[in-house]
């Protein structure tokens, strides 16, 4: 029997999700932060600003 290649499925070169440098997090906001948060133009900004800062306060990073 003569070996035929495989036309379907299979790992190739180029295919598949691409890597990512971010990381999707979600949390539950009580009323209070769900107040604050509609206010600002980009809540992605606002957030990661706001970890940064609490961050350094703290010593983190």
Known sequence: ME???KK???RRPGAGRK???VKRYGFNAP???HAV???VDSIT???CEA???HGQDKGLC
Request: no cysteine; glycine share 10%; proline share 0%.
């Open 3 to 5: 070996n035929f290649a």
């Open 8 to 10: 379907r499925g299979g």
């Open 19 to 21: 890597k990512s440098t």
């Open 31 to 33: 009323a209070t932060v």
């Open 37 to 39: 948060l509609q206010q």
């Open 45 to 47: 900004d606002f957030i």
């Open 51 to 53: 970890v940064l800062k």
